[in-house]
Nanobody, 125 residues
Framework: QVQLVESGGGLVQAGGSLRVSCAASGRTSSVYAMGWFRRTPGKEREFVASIRWSDYTTYYADSVKGRFTISRDNAKNTVFLQMNSLKVEDTAVYYC??????????????????WGQGIQVTVSS
């Protein structure tokens, strides 16, 4: 089992920046990659970004490319999502997730085995 705890969400004005973090604990040796997803009311959870543990390869949704950056801290088993130039439409609950060995479907929720509880990010106009 891997436990995930997100932190750092909150309220920010459009055009501003925010960084959310996700700390992994437990059986972290099974982590192959970690990702961020988000969900808004009435919509399915959508892919935001992911990073492969071994070589730091990253993937991004087109909607956030160039504005968001995913990174990791080896020593702390933590993944970050730096969000810049935030837009009102980025408002969502953000979830981090663990992939245990196959990133061929990196944007699909089914590719991830463990999930955090989610953290609210609100962007005001």
């Amino acid at each position: 089992q891997v436990q995930l705890v997100e932190s750092g969400g909150g309220l920010v004005q459009a055009g501003g920046s925010l960084r959310v973090s996700c700390a992994a604990s437990g059986r972290t040796s099974s982590v192959y990659a970690m990702g961020w997803f988000r969900r808004t009311p009435g919509k399915e959870r959508e892919f935001v970004a992911s990073i492969r543990w071994s070589d730091y390869t990253t993937y991004y949704a087109d909607s956030v490319k160039g504005r968001f950056t995913i990174s990791r801290d080896n020593a702390k088993n933590t993944v970050f999502l730096q969000m810049n130039s935030l837009k009102v439409e980025d408002t969502a609950v953000y979830y981090c997730a663990v992939n245990r060995g196959d990133l061929s479907g990196y944007s699909q929720t089914l590719s991830y085995d463990y999930w955090g509880q989610g953290i609210q990010v609100t962007v005001s106009s």
